[in-house]
């Protein structure tokens, strides 16, 4: 009797581990879902190969670079751009962009998006952005809500940065943003003649030296 009741219980156990594979197994396969999101708004091929991606918090949007020119309208400047994709509609944005809306006169790259997906930073050579732009790379700030973009890589005073900045990442919040400069006049006092790292504050609109 006791074999008998072991050999049911085995089988048992044997049942309900089954059972709880399978359901794992279901679960997995209904979130296991991959997309591919670097293509056109209306479907098709893109056109260049993407890169660099930043995900918002909740996974709503998607920032990246492509080199595509046919996943958003006005993207006639044939090299690289910055891009913001809503995975919930699956349709595109061009990042870098000029106030008329066409792509920058030169390469963007390097995006990071705030948590609520509203503001985007990235590095850009174009000069055509924003007001002030100069001809070394700098790093914009795209607000989507607002449809602006701001030049972050300045001084406290409005003064572009006189070297190449680079590599930006932006707070959770989007209130700053922290990148490394070549430049020497965005702070007094820089003299090391090296790469430094900076903080824009884009509510008080001041630039302070970080790596001192």
Aim: proline share 4%.
């Amino acid at each position: 009797m006791g074999d008998l009741f072991d050999t049911r219980r085995g089988v048992r156990v044997r049942a309900i581990r089954t059972a709880s594979i399978a359901a794992c197994v279901a679960l997995l396969a209904s979130c296991a879902v991959i997309e591919r999101s670097s293509v056109p708004t209306g479907g098709g091929e893109p056109s260049g190969a993407s890169s660099e991606p930043s995900l918002n918090l909740d996974g709503h949007w998607l920032a990246f670079t492509s080199g595509a020119a046919n996943l958003a309208p006005n993207d006639g400047n044939h090299t690289t751009d910055v891009f913001v994709r809503d995975q919930q509609t699956h349709t595109i944005q061009l990042v870098s962009r000029t106030p008329g809306g066409a792509a920058g006169n030169a390469a963007s790259d390097k995006a990071s998006i705030s948590d609520d997906g509203t503001r985007i930073a990235f590095r850009s050579s174009a000069t055509d952005l924003a007001g002030g732009g100069n001809a070394v790379p700098a790093i914009y700030v795209r607000d989507l809500t607002a449809g602006t973009t701001t030049r972050v890589s300045v001084a406290t005073d409005g003064t572009a940065a006189n070297g190449a900045s680079d590599t930006p990442k932006i707070s959770g919040n989007g209130r700053y943003v922290v990148f490394a400069s070549d430049a020497n006049n965005l702070v007094p006092g820089d003299g090391n003649g090296r790469t430094d790292v900076f903080l824009r504050d884009l509510q008080t609109n001041t630039t302070e030296l970080v790596s001192q």
